[in-house]
């Protein structure tokens, strides 16, 4: 049985592999403008959300190099909303609030930006997590960078997760593992008709 266990966790992780490669040269294909507008459909989308709307507590992204992108989310609702960023610490994701772009270090983690200050524990308190991803599916599986931050550290709340990704980043189905989680909705910019985002049930 651990041999079967073995085999299966090697083959996921050779998909995910390979999976990352084909989004990169995806989004190395996506134009400025391409990529600017569809962000901001897809934030449009996402603030429309009632979740969205009712939250008072929510944990976004500083968004970096290909992901969707949410400085101008996070800027926008700052004053109407707490808004806590991730910082990393080693191998654990840690939570800080977006007190405005003066409050912004570079991080550990490629540099990206994260706020200075006190560290955010009250996770009983957040309401919405808007959560990146490198690939998404129609079951709301998500895969991410490898690193396994975010899923270890959503095991730890209870938060609706909205997973926000471009058109190309969602697939029928991609490779999942037992500890990998759900997402409640997963969005993108298609149009309002063809909106691919999917609630669980």
Same mark, same amino acid.
């Given at each position: 049985?651990?041999?079967v266990?073995?085999?299966?966790?090697?083959?996921?992780?050779?998909?995910?592999?390979?999976?990352?490669?084909?989004?990169?040269?995806?989004?190395?294909?996506?134009?400025?403008q391409?990529?600017l507008?569809?962000?901001?459909?897809?934030?449009?989308?996402?603030?429309?959300?009632?979740?969205?709307?009712?939250?008072?507590? +929510?944990?976004?992204?500083?968004?970096?190099?290909?992901?969707?992108?949410?400085?101008?989310?996070?800027?926008?609702?700052?004053?109407?909303?707490? &808004?806590?960023?991730?910082?990393?610490?080693?191998?654990?994701?840690? &939570?800080?609030?977006?007190?405005?772009?003066?409050?912004?270090?570079?991080?550990?983690?490629?540099?990206?930006?994260?706020?200075?200050?006190?560290? /955010?524990?009250?996770?009983?308190?957040?309401?919405?997590? &808007?959560i990146?991803?490198?690939?998404?599916?129609?079951?709301?599986?998500?895969?991410g960078?490898?690193?396994?931050?975010?899923?270890? /550290?959503?095991?730890?709340?209870?938060? /609706?997760?909205?997973?926000?990704?471009?058109?190309?980043?969602?697939?029928?189905?991609?490779?999942?593992?037992?500890?990998?989680?759900?997402?409640?909705?997963? &969005?993108?910019? +298609?149009?309002?008709?063809?909106?691919?985002? /999917?609630?669980?049930?």
């Open positions: 049985m651990n041999c266990m073995s085999m299966n966790q090697s083959t996921i992780i050779a998909e995910k592999s390979e999976l990352r490669r084909t989004i990169s040269r995806l989004k190395a294909a996506q134009s400025p391409e990529y507008e569809a962000s901001a459909i897809i934030t449009g989308s996402l603030e429309m959300l009632p979740e969205f709307r009712s939250a008072k507590t +929510v944990l976004a992204y500083w968004s970096y190099k290909g992901e969707v992108h949410t400085h101008d989310l996070i800027r926008k609702w700052a004053d109407k909303k707490r &808004i806590l960023l991730p910082s990393v610490n080693g191998d654990e994701m840690l &939570i800080r609030q977006y007190q405005g772009d003066d409050s912004m270090v570079p991080g550990d983690l490629f540099g990206i930006p994260e706020p200075a200050g006190q560290v /955010f524990t009250d996770y009983a308190g957040i309401d919405f997590v &808007i990146p991803g490198i690939a998404f599916d129609k079951k709301n599986n998500r895969m960078r490898g690193k396994a931050y975010y899923d270890r /550290f959503l095991c730890k709340i209870n938060a /609706f997760k909205a997973g926000i990704c471009f058109s190309f980043q969602l697939f029928e189905t991609i490779p999942a593992g037992e500890h990998d989680i759900l997402m409640d909705t997963v &969005i993108t910019e +298609v149009s309002q008709n063809e909106r691919r985002a /999917f609630l669980r049930s």
